[in-house]
């Protein structure tokens, strides 16, 4: 199962950037809620934005609300962040995160991660 993460890249604050995560080998349409992840320097990971299987919910770190939105196409087999005014505070690894309960097992998977950089 691999989660691949595109999209990052440098950016200026008040920019914007959408990230899009694609999933090979797995459905996400098995998959349960799904969330993005970031990582900044010196920083423990934390969770930006998550998303049930049918996208009918979501949730955001209060940091990012109201500027970030997370969707998922399970048709596509991909899940996305919009991020829009971005801040020099946004600058981290993002990581795309999935959750799947198969046969009774709990599993997760995780992307390599993209790096955003927002300059101010």
């Known amino acids: 199962v691999q989660l691949v993460e595109s999209g990052g890249g440098l950016a200026q604050a008040g920019d914007s950037l959408r990230l899009s995560c694609v999933a090979s080998?797995?459905?996400?349409?098995?998959?349960?809620?799904m969330a993005w992840y970031r990582q900044a320097p010196g920083k423990q990971r934390e969770l930006v934005a998550s998303?049930?299987?049918?996208?009918?919910?979501?949730n955001y770190a209060d940091s990012v609300k109201g500027r970030f939105t997370i969707s998922r196409d399970n048709a596509k087999n991909t899940m996305s962040l919009q991020m829009n005014s971005l801040k020099a505070e946004d600058t981290a690894v993002y990581y795309c995160?999935?959750?799947?309960?198969?046969?009774?097992?709990?599993?997760?998977?995780w992307g390599q991660g993209t790096q955003v950089t927002v300059s101010s």
């Open positions: 080998e797995i459905s996400l349409s098995t998959t349960n809620a």
């Open positions: 995160n999935a959750h799947r309960t198969w046969f009774g097992v709990d599993y997760e998977y």
């Open positions: 998303i049930t299987r049918s996208g009918s919910s979501t």
